[in-house]
């Protein structure tokens, strides 16, 4: 069973930094690229950054880049994403999950973390 738990989300003020987390089970999680999405309200969930499955190579969407960084620890099984310089729109929900587009994500996505930013 594949398990995805994110959290680290929270309120915080424009300008602010938070960092997820995103724990993985049921997966052999050093073969896999993985990536976080979001979902604002009334969008699609959308691919913003990901990572190799040794962690060597990053791609992030250009709305992300220069702020957020995504990270991995194979060791623990752990995704992170540290997010510097929040704006207001960056608020949405997180999620993990694959982070190659070219393959089909893990069918039991997490519930997410709410992450808020306030002007």
């Known amino acids: 069973q594949v398990q995805l738990v994110e959290s680290g989300g929270g309120l915080v003020q424009a300008g602010g930094s938070l960092k997820l987390s995103c724990a993985t089970s049921?997966?052999?999680?050093?073969?896999?690229?993985m990536g976080w999405y979001r979902q604002a309200p009334g969008k699609q969930r959308e691919l913003i950054a990901s990572i190799s499955s040794g962690g060597g190579s990053t791609n992030y969407a250009d709305s992300v880049k220069g702020r957020f960084t995504i990270s991995r620890d194979n060791a623990k099984k752990l995704v992170y994403l540290q997010m510097n310089s929040l704006k207001p729109e960056d608020t949405a929900v997180y999620y993990c999950?694959?982070?190659?587009?070219?393959?089909?994500?893990?069918?039991?996505w997490g519930q997410g973390t709410q992450v808020t930013v306030s002007s």
């Open positions: 049921g997966i052999i999680f050093s073969i896999y690229d």
């Open positions: 999950n694959r982070g190659n587009l070219n393959r089909a994500p893990f069918g039991a």
